[in-house]
């Protein structure tokens, strides 16, 4: 089975700061991966699939790259809205597996 | 617009069934191009995938849930359904039912969720 990890596990970001959060598989899963953003007491929301393929009515500062083993989602302009705890998902095959997340937080 | 919704009771005790169902509206579960499933979340945890369902029937179970987990689709009640047995308080979660699309696995439609709680 597939497993992913998150880094870093908790950022802390002002408002207009660049964001760069890592996710990483245990083994090759080509561009199959997404990311989520969830915010407390609601469900996850679809930012990103196939590594790079932005979910429609996403905003262009969201962007994700790589392949193989490791991705990265990049929040080019914090936001306000954009505090929250992100997620990647292995896409793959199943079982389907989450990292473990990334809260990004108001420093 | 798709809308799912879970339905189950809040309060479960240890070693019965938790059950719960999802009812879809605005798109039929009847298409070969989509998958249903659950998604869980203990409170403060990750997410945790449970399992999916395609319209026909195939199932996939997280392998270490594979024993007590059960997934149904009831196409003539636009619905499907979640069985786990023998559950303990570690199975205490908020559950989401989700659609997820065939081609990609990812998951495009989520419902609001629903905390089951497992006590005595």
């Known amino acids: 089975d597939i497993q992913m990890t998150q880094s870093p596990s908790s950022v802390s970001a002002s408002v207009g700061d660049r964001v760069t959060i890592t996710c990483r598989a245990s083994?090759?899963?080509?561009?199959?991966l997404a990311w989520y953003q969830q915010k407390p007491g609601k469900a996850p929301k679809l930012l990103i699939y196939s590594a790079s393929s932005l979910q429609s009515g996403v905003p262009s500062r969201f962007s994700g790259s790589g392949s193989g083993t490791d991705f990265t989602l990049t929040i080019s302009s914090l936001q306000p809205e954009d505090f929250a705890t992100y997620y990647c998902q292995q896409a793959n095959s199943f079982p389907l597996a989450f990292g473990p997340g990334t809260k990004v937080d108001i420093k | 617009q798709l809308q799912l919704q879970e339905s189950g009771p809040g309060l479960v005790k240890p070693s019965e069934t938790l059950s719960l169902t999802c009812t879809v509206s605005g798109g039929s579960i009847s298409s070969s191009i989509y998958y249903w499933g659950w998604i869980r979340q203990p409170p403060g945890k990750r997410l945790d995938w449970v399992g999916s369902i395609s319209y026909s029937g195939s199932t996939y179970y997280n392998p270490s849930l594979n024993s007590r987990v059960t997934i149904s689709v009831d196409t003539s009640k636009n619905q499907f359904s979640l069985k786990l047995s023998s559950v303990t308080a570690a199975d205490t979660a908020v559950y989401y039912c989700?659609?997820?699309?065939?081609?990609?696995?990812?998951?495009?439609?989520w419902g609001q969720g629903t905390l089951i709680t497992v006590s005595s």
């Open positions: 083994q090759g899963i080509s561009s199959w």
């Open positions: 989700v659609r997820l699309h065939v081609a990609t696995l990812v998951h495009h439609h």
